[in-house]
């Protein structure tokens, strides 16, 4: 209650259940995506505010984070939420340009996020950054060189801002969500690719119990977590 939050990828999916639920729970939820109007239409609804950002840009994110500041006061939480898995290719139909797009998304969106956040953090005394990682990230699947990859890296961003940050009250945390009924996953299905992408929807995590799991991380449940990532399962304990 009463804290700032910025989430990014707030457009649909994981990212907009989490709008929704830190809203709830009483925090000033800024909303962050590519998408102006839809994040706009969802800030109206539960009282947010809603800031179009592209995290590839690096100004862009640390624009966001500015406004936030201004507007609130500070920043207690950043939810590193923005990433994308299209297109599906193995590597050598990959196309360079869009293998690259992802890794910008995926990883350093990761990236410009802390480094735009954590000043504003270090002025506030902490905070908290989660970073929604996958089981890609210590996995490999046909067709995800760009995804597997980018979250491995952003895992890697995990650990090292930690222990940067440990004595300095800011928490930096990864979650896996496992599979989510997310626009993600129809991406996935249709790429026909990997045990994984025949999972009937039913099967799948719906998105405001992964939002719950952010809101259990940004409290004291968070501390055992930091620095690592913290596994959601689906219903059948499987893993992403
Ligand atoms: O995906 P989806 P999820 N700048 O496609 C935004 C991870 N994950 O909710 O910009 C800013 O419904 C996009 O907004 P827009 C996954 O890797 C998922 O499932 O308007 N935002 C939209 O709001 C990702 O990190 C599963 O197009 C950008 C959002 O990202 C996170 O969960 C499993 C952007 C994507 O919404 C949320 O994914 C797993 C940019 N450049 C990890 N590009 C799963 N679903 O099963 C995209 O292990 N966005």
Redesign the pocket.
């Known amino acids: 209650t009463g804290k700032t939050a910025i989430i990014?990828?707030?457009?649909?999916?994981?990212?907009?259940a989490t709008a929704r639920h830190f809203a709830e729970q009483g925090a000033n939820v800024v909303l962050?995506?590519?998408?102006e109007g839809?994040?706009t239409a969802i800030a109206d609804e539960i009282g947010g505010t809603a800031i179009a950002?592209?995290?590839?840009d690096y100004a862009a994110v640390a624009a966001l984070v500015d406004r936030t500041v201004q507007a609130h006061g500070g920043l207690d939480i950043l939810v590193n939420?923005?990433?994308?898995?299209d297109p599906i290719a193995r590597l050598a139909d990959s196309d360079p340009a869009e293998w690259a797009r992802v890794a910008d998304?995926?990883y350093k969106?990761v990236y410009h996020g802390l480094r735009a956040a954590i000043p504003a953090m270090l002025e506030r005394g902490g905070g908290t950054v989660i970073n929604?990682?996958?089981?890609?990230a210590t996995g490999a699947l046909e067709g995800w060189s760009h995804?597997c990859s980018s979250?491995a890296a952003a895992l890697s961003l995990t650990r090292c801002a930690d222990k940067e940050y440990r004595d300095d009250g800011i928490r930096v945390i990864g979650l896996?969500?496992?599979?989510?009924a997310?626009?993600?996953?129809r991406?996935i299905k249709a790429s026909g690719l990997n045990p994984v992408s025949q999972l009937e929807w039913e099967a799948?995590i719906p998105?405001d119990w992964v939002a719950k799991g952010i809101a259990y991380l940004c409290g004291p449940g968070g501390d055992a977590h930091r620095g690592t990532d913290f596994s959601l399962k689906t219903n059948e304990g499987r893993e992403?």
């Open positions: 990014t990828g707030a457009s649909r999916g994981i990212g907009e962050a995506a590519r998408s839809a994040i950002t592209d995290v590839a939420n923005a990433g994308l898995i998304v995926n969106g929604i990682s996958s089981g890609a995804y979250k896996s969500p496992g599979t989510v997310t626009e993600m996953q991406e799948h998105p992403a």
